[in-house]
């Protein structure tokens, strides 16, 4: 959207693909599997993270972000899959999890172990995968940037890690000599797959911030809950808006020495948000 000349011109993609969320209604996956649902997670955790995102076809140009998200992107044509293979090589980096390339552009399940054509990216291969019934769950253990305790729910990948490092694994008998979540270092850039639907919404703060950190996005400001952040830039200007969507008021630490174009003052290190 524009804005007195202004643009958002975000660092950051998911892939939204209408025929992924079509093939996902016929064919679940697993239960309660929900393609919005699967974006939202990552779409709230860059939202806390004070980070903008654009939502952009598979067909869109990569190369224009530092980070693309690819969460559950169920349908992968070949072509889309070269050219997210192409993205990674030269600099970018690739946040994709599970349910990722199943079925071919024309929904028939591709003749490929997972993630088939993105394996070389991601680093992995996926010899099993298993959805977990609504009564059961499993206990995930992460480290390093993704040092916690998890709880995997819905669904789990079987990963075998082909050069990629192993950053969580699904603490269960069955489970404990393959991945949850792994790194690839690939060309110039670095490929992310999580193969569990978690629990936690701390889960995917801890690996949106990894991998906006592996491609160099930081945030402006960081907000408190509940305090959206937004960037416009044009004409050789930067907004910062800042919206309190609370009941309670809100401080934000922001930038000091800018302007606040509502009362005309300088900012200080802080800023006092009112309800609303």
Known sequence: GRLDGTTVRPDVAIIYDYDSLWAMRIQPGYPGADYQRAIGNYYNALFR???????????????????VLAPHLYLLADDVAARLDAYVKSGGVLLADCRTGVK?????????????????????????????????????????ALAGEYTAVKYADWIVPRGADALAACDVWHLKKYAAVTRNAYGKGAGWYSGVVAKESAFYDALVAAALKDAGVKALVTPPEGVEVSV???????????????????????????TDVLTGRKTGGELRLGRY
Do not use: W
């Open 104 to 144: 071919d552009r024309d929904n028939l399940c591709h003749a490929r172990t997972l993630p088939g054509r993105l394996s070389a990216a991601l680093g992995i291969e996926i010899p099993e995968y298993e959805a977990i019934p609504d009564e059961c769950s499993y206990p995930v253990k992460g480290s390093g």
């Open 232 to 258: 416009r830039e044009g004409k050789g200007r930067r907004l910062l808006f800042i919206v309190n969507h609370t009941d309670r008021e809100q401080t934000v630490r922001v930038p000091a020495g800018r």
């Open 49 to 67: 993270a004070g980070v903008n995102a654009d939502m952009i076809r598979p067909d869109a140009d990569f190369s224009a972000y530092r980070l």
